[in-house]
């Protein structure tokens, strides 16, 4: 059975730092992307990251550049989003999504994501 677990969440204060982990069960990594999506109350699903489990290459959405960094370890079947100089404006739920059939990130299409997981809250907040 094929399954995301998201954990890492929580509050933090503006300028703070988290790291947000994506375990997988049910397949392994290695051959598929991973991407890091997130939703605000009242707005959209956005793309957030997303790293090839093969080779390691990865995507920014502009507004994280700079400041989150995605990472992988095969070995332990896990995805990261280490989170840092948070700003108010990153509080949103953030999930952990795979695409099964694309061995690099192609874009941040929730539909073209084969499996979710449940979400984390990050809060950012003074």
């Known amino acids: 059975q094929v399954r995301l677990a998201e954990s890492g969440g929580g509050l933090v204060q503006p300028g703070g730092s988290l790291r947000l982990s994506c375990a997988a069960s049910g397949f392994r990594l290695g051959y598929l992307s991973i991407g890091w999506f997130r939703q605000a109350p009242g707005k959209e699903r956005e793309g957030v990251s997303c790293i090839s489990t093969q080779d390691g290459s990865t995507h920014y959405a502009d507004s994280v550049k700079g400041r989150f960094i995605i990472s992988r370890d095969n070995a332990k079947n896990t995805v990261y989003l280490q989170m840092n100089s948070l700003e108010p404006q990153d509080t949103a739920v953030y999930y952990c999504?795979?695409?099964?059939?694309?061995?690099?990130?192609?874009?941040?299409?929730?539909?073209?994501?084969?499996?979710w997981g449940q979400g984390t809250q990050v809060t950012v907040s003074s």
């Open positions: 999504a795979v695409q099964l059939g694309s061995h690099y990130c192609s874009g941040y299409v929730p539909d073209n994501y084969d499996y």
